[in-house]
């Protein structure tokens, strides 16, 4: 019964990615340059959302082209692992040391339940293979509001503390870190109210119960054309470049160092061995240069700047000790493991 | 005259052999999947997304959506024959059905399902045609608040089901709101009741409570007789519905089909919620309320028309705004997405063949599901005449894949039996089940939804009497508290009278 | 039937009382709106209240009338069933759901429900026939495999 968004959200810096997605076109170089073996027999992809959330889509997106294409001839299935927060899927693809048939969806939920639970760390136990979709946020308040830019927003939410209402999806999603971003960087105190999913908290923003709220791109155009919602800020590091989206500041330069995303990715069991990694490194290259996945790829506002195998450790490792420092100040983030 | 326009330019689209085709699949999958345990119709038509990838959009929504509502037809079969809610809205059919089953009265029950079923959504359909847009603004007026109240509504309901003392109804409640207390709390993200445990911190899923509580039960209990179950039989005139029971259940279906459609709208409730609802007030507005939890044709027929109504109310605010208002819809929405159309606002008036269509080929749909379901109505209940016994293995076996399913971890088989352990404990300690079932469902849309209020109010309790529909909500919660503690009072009041009469006369 | 009325009451209780402990280091408010603890306390204390009532008013009725409970050899075949049930999702990790699947209908059917061996072997096909060609072929939910991958 969970909306689907909620579970969904991951996130990334622009920064590291900028330069990474330059190595688009050179990442299928050393990839097939290195030793590849491909599995035999279907392969697994789990994922910790229930059919319909959006790594749900894209995974079963990606797997059909994948197979389609001839890309991967061995067949994919999409499986749904839910519960604990993605930690069941995460637990079951740990437990496949060295599997060649399985890799699991990487998501924000990797990464924060971890944090906000209190349990180890997941992400540095698996192997990592690519990040290779990413999704940018926008602000938007509602369309009778005073507030025609960021700079209002935080001076309004000065006026009075927690005086200004967002609605978003659970505690410890992204809508939750981005308004905790948001009050850091203002210094100001909003009130967070959380919903059961995005599609609720979406639904109280357009009942006219809260002022502000945390959308996708492909979320929040359709409500701007209807004059249901006003665009105050992307999220993103520079502007997007679309038609669409090109006029939107971004929060730096609105001087708000907000800069927050959700990505997503592959990443194998541990001890995966090279041989394979390099299989799925091949396979993600040729995929994101198929015009099939461009075409879904730019029709929801999405990017996929591919974070080779190489680099995703290391990447990862910088996206947790982001999660981190936001759980941190949201006071969400547990030390200890709790029984 | 536009929507009649509009709609008629919907039904060129539908009617197209490729659509009609598409249609019947659609229904005839949902008529299966729906009657799986476990597997509910939204994790049916995510499983069959990837089929529809190679589609035009309007007929990979119109077989998708079909699967939506053709569940809610197919989840009466399981329910009332074997009492295995086959999807999480047919629980409350499950309560009387399967007692209506039990004193041969299955093909009643069914046909009546089926004649609810299609009259609340055709009914609804034709709601969604004229008044898309007026109630996409209704649904929004409800939020936390309204939310709030109704769940209270419901819970204050608990006490007056089951057949037996009210306390053991209410201690039923109790257990059940303990049970949806455990997991994560969504307000604050801290883990309750979950004893470290990883598969409790999401809490603990519906469907392995209803399939455990329901139906495991129900077998443990039959398996008590030595004796070989005779199967029960039915004889083919008492399969069909007679005109005494149309009579009996017309009313129920328009009530329950209204509830379920209004309920159906708001985008945090359901089809389960739905259905509760309609059965509890059911139960108040029917002639023998003691009649339901043992067989209550009209309580099945109720139930039936709120989760078919519901499942199309619920197409309101994802086709006017973009916004799921049940699990099906998201999934419907995650469709769409991926056929490259942007939901939200602009869709009915960007992409009207699409949404016209979708429209119109749920009058199809619904009307392949009566022709499907009315006639083999008596078939299906001619199941029944195995014996039981050989249906048994089957039962528990398909339940448990089912539970499986759900989310592919033995953890939920195990919840489910460890369910079913309880809820045999349950029938033989005379305890009803429903409440427990109810309560599970309330319970977190009732904690969620208050602190949700008050953290909107800034603290102010006034948000439950300054909006409209939550003054109006609060006004029938007090009525329904007042009304049976007035009519004590008052009966009291008419026995001491009558005595002190009595004792002037002596 | 008045023992199974105390004992329901006292488990609910207990219930109660280990919900309310349970949670009792959670915020019962956290600034405008209940904490965490705040449902949990009141399901608990109203579980308490309720279990009293049941307990008081179970003590207070004097007729002895006969609870539900089945024969003796009615509850081995209760028994029986749950135990093949829990049984069988032990092994599932082991053999595979559907090797678990297929011994416990045979279980049941031939040793707890002791009906003929052809009818039971027929049903038993049929019953995991259905599970695999629905739920493994049709939705292509993968099931547990055992150590022998089937």
Redesign the interface.
């Known amino acids: 019964m969970t909306a689907t968004r909620a579970e969904t959200y991951s996130c990334l810096r622009r920064t590291a990615l900028f330069a990474l997605g330059a190595t688009l076109a050179l990442a299928a170089v050393p990839g097939a340059l290195r030793a590849q073996t491909a599995p035999t027999g279907p392969i697994e992809i789990t994922t910790g959302t229930s059919p319909g959330g959006t790594p749900d889509v894209l995974m079963r997106r990606a797997a059909k082209i994948l197979n389609e294409q001839k890309i991967i001839t061995n067949p994919l299935l999409v499986q749904n692992r839910t519960g604990g927060s993605w930690m069941v899927a995460a637990n079951f693809v740990l437990s496949k040391k060295g599997d060649k048939n399985v890799v699991l969806c990487i998501a924000q939920p990797i990464l924060t339940t971890p944090i906000t639970q209190g349990l180890p760390t997941v992400y540095d136990q698996l192997t990592p293979i690519s990040m290779f979709i990413q999704g940018d946020l926008v602000l938007v308040v509602q369309p009778s509001s005073p507030v025609k830019n960021l700079k209002e927003l935080v001076a309004l939410a000065a006026q009075r503390e927690r005086g200004v209402k967002v609605a978003g999806a659970q505690s410890g999603s992204t809508d939750h870190m981005v308004a905790g971003l948001l009050e850091k960087a203002g210094n100001i105190k909003l009130n967070y109210v959380p919903f059961d999913g995005g599609g609720a908290a979406q639904a109280a923003f357009l009942g006219g119960n809260v002022e502000l709220m945390t959308l996708t791109p492909s979320e929040a155009l359709p409500l701007v054309e209807s004059d249901k919602a006003r665009i105050i800020a992307i999220l993103s590091d520079t502007r997007r470049t679309e038609p669409a989206l090109k006029d939107i500041p971004t929060a730096r330069e609105q001087g708000y160092d907000v800069v927050w995303g959700q990505s997503w990715g592959l990443a194998g069991p541990p001890d995966l061995d090279a041989g394979t990694v390099a299989f799925w490194d091949d396979a993600i290259a040729k995929l994101v240069a198929t015009p099939e996945w461009q075409a879904s790829i730019k029709d929801n506002f999405l990017r996929s700047e591919v974070v080779p195998a190489a680099e995703a450790k290391a990447h990862l490792a910088k996206l947790h000790q982001e999660h981190l420092a936001v759980l941190r100040d949201l006071g969400l983030a547990k030390a200890t493991p709790v029984q | 005259m536009d929507a009649l326009a509009s709609l008629a330019q919907g039904f060129e689209v539908a009617l197209t052999p490729t659509n009609l085709l598409f249609v019947f699949i659609g229904v005839t999958l949902g008529q299966?999947i729906g009657a799986?345990p476990g597997?509910g119709p939204?994790?049916?038509?995510?499983?069959?997304?990837?089929v529809t990838?190679g589609l035009e959009p309007v007929t990979a929504l119109v077989m998708l959506s079909g699967i939506m509502y053709g569940g809610m037809y197919g989840g009466t079969l399981t329910s009332v024959l074997v009492n295995v809610p086959g999807e999480a809205a047919s629980v409350m059919t499950a309560v009387d059905g399967h007692q209506l089953a039990k004193q041969g009265r299955a093909g009643a029950a069914l046909s009546v399902s089926a004649i609810g079923s299609f009259l609340a959504g055709i009914a609804a359909v034709t709601a969604l045609v004229f008044l898309t847009p007026a109630l996409s603004a209704f649904?929004?007026?409800?939020?936390?608040p309204e939310y709030f109240l109704l769940a209270l509504l419901g819970i204050t309901a608990t006490a007056s089901l089951g057949t037996g003392?009210p306390?053991?109804a209410?201690?039923a409640a109790?257990?059940g709101?303990?049970v949806a207390?455990v997991g994560?709390?969504?307000?604050?993200?801290?883990?309750?009741?979950t004893?470290?445990s990883?598969?409790?911190?999401?809490g603990i899923d519906?469907l392995p409570v209803a399939i455990g509580i329901f139906g495991?039960a129900e077998?443990?209990?039959s398996?008590?007789?030595?004796q070989?179950v005779e199967p029960i039989r039915t004889r083919l005139r008492e399969m069909w519905l007679t005109a005494k029971d149309w009579k009996d259940c017309r009313m129920a279906i328009l009530r329950g089909g209204s509830i379920g459609f209004v309920i159906g709208l708001m985008?945090?409730a359901?089809p389960t919620v739905a259905s509760l609802l309609s059965y509890v007030v059911e139960k108040k507005a029917s002639k023998h309320p003691e009649k339901f939890g043992r067989g209550a044709l009209d309580g099945v027929a109720a139930a039936e028309a709120a989760n078919n109504s519901a499942a199309h109310g619920a197409l309101v605010?994802m086709l006017a705004?973009?916004?799921?208002?049940s699990?099906s819809t998201?999934?419907l929405?995650?469709a769409l997405?991926?056929l490259?159309i942007?939901?939200?606002?602009?869709?009915l008036t960007d992409q009207s063949d699409l949404v016209w269509g979708l429209i119109a080929s749920m009058f199809v749909g619904n009307f392949m599901l009566l022709i499907m379901n009315l006639p083999l109505a008596p078939l299906f209940a001619s199941i029944l005449r195995i014996p039981y016994?050989?249906l048994?293995?089957?039962i528990?076996?398909?339940s448990?894949?089912g539970a499986?399913?759900?989310?592919?971890?033995?953890?939920?088989?195990?919840l489910t039996?460890l369910f079913?352990?309880v809820g045999?404990l349950m029938?033989?300690?005379?305890?009803p089940r429903a409440p427990l079932v109810l309560a599970v469902v309330l319970?977190?849309l009732m904690?969620?939804s208050?602190?949700?209020?008050?953290?909107?109010?800034?603290?102010s309790l006034s948000i439950f009497v300054q909006r409209p529909l939550s003054a109006l909500l609060a006004l029938l919660i007090v009525a329904s508290l007042a009304l049976p503690a007035f009519t004590v009072v008052m009966s009291r009041r008419a026995a001491r009278r009558a005595r002190l009469a009595s004792g002037i006369t002596d | 039937m008045k023992t199974v009325d105390i004992v329901t009451a006292l488990i609910v209780i207990a219930l109660s009382s280990f919900v309310m402990l349970g949670t009792r280091h959670l915020a019962y408010w956290s600034e405008f709106a209940p904490g965490s603890a705040f449902a949990p306390f009141w399901v608990g204390a109203a579980g308490v209240v309720l279990g009293l009532l049941l307990l008081v008013a179970t003590l207070r009725r004097e007729a002895h009338e006969p609870n539900g409970f089945p024969d003796r050899l009615g509850f081995c075949r209760v028994l029986g069933v749950a135990a093949g049930l829990w049984l069988m999702v032990v092994a599932v990790p082991f053999v595979g759901f559907i090797a678990a699947g297929t011994a416990f209908c045979l279980v049941l059917l031939l040793l707890i429900e002791r009906r003929p061996l052809v009818p039971s072997l027929a049903t038993t096909a049929v019953a995991v026939g259905i599970v695999y060609g629905v739920f493994v072929a049709w939705l292509g939910i993968s099931l547990p495999q055992g150590l022998l991958g089937i």
Do not use: C, W
């Not at chain 2, 939204?42 to 990837?50: C, D, E, F, K, V």
């Open positions: 299966i799986l597997i939204s994790a049916g038509m995510a499983l069959l997304l990837p990838f649904a929004l007026s409800f939020s936390a003392s306390v053991k209410m201690i109790m257990l709101l303990m207390l994560t709390d969504p307000i604050q993200g801290t883990s309750r009741l004893f470290g990883l598969e409790l911190l999401e519906f495991i077998i443990l209990v398996m008590e007789q030595s070989h985008p945090g359901g605010p705004l973009g916004i799921p208002g699990a998201a999934v929405l995650a997405v991926l490259g942007r939901p939200g606002p602009q869709l016994d050989y048994v293995p089957g528990l076996l398909i448990l894949v499986y399913a759900t989310s592919l971890s033995m953890f939920n088989v195990g039996l079913g352990m045999y029938i033989r300690a005379d305890i319970a977190q904690e969620t208050l602190r949700q209020s008050l953290m909107l109010s800034e603290g």
